[in-house]
């Protein structure tokens, strides 16, 4: 027992005596979808609505820590039907010039059990302050 608690003080001194001078930043933003793709596995179009959440850590080099999350994803199809979507991700990044593009893949699936493979392509950019900015979103469909 002593020796835990001696353990225990020595990593408290290192902690006082070193600590962390990172200056990493974190954002965060909901990117909105309202949109309306061609659904080619059941061949009908799609209404999809709802958010990504986005939190992105920006170290002081050129390290990303990204977590996502959607909120409320949901299609309404021209047959009536709804579909669902969702995801929850962790990754980390590297990149030198200030930007990240984060391609992230939903399955789709309706109400009748139809599905389909949603690809948004995300693009983000950092100002010289860390501040964030999406400036560039595409979305495909494909079937499985």
């Known amino acids: 027992m002593k020796s835990l608690l001696i353990a225990a003080v020595a990593v408290l001194a290192f902690l006082f005596m070193h600590p962390q001078t990172s200056s990493a930043k974190a954002t965060q933003t909901d990117v909105p979808f309202n949109i309306t793709l ?67 893949h939903f399955t789709m699936t309706s109400s009748t059990g139809c599905k389909f493979k949603l690809t948004a392509s995300i693009h983000i950019v950092f100002d010289a302050n860390g501040n964030m900015t999406v400036d560039n979103e595409t979305f495909t469909t494909e079937c499985f």
Do not use: P, W
């Open 38 to 104: 061609t659904n080619t596995c059941c061949g009908e179009d799609v209404a999809i609505t709802g958010n990504l959440h986005i939190v992105i850590i920006k170290d002081d080099g050129n390290t990303f820590q990204i977590h996502e999350n959607t909120s409320g994803l949901t299609g309404t199809g021209t047959s009536g039907d709804t579909y669902h979507g969702n995801i929850t991700a962790s990754e980390k990044i590297n990149n030198s010039d200030g930007s990240i593009t984060l391609e992230e």
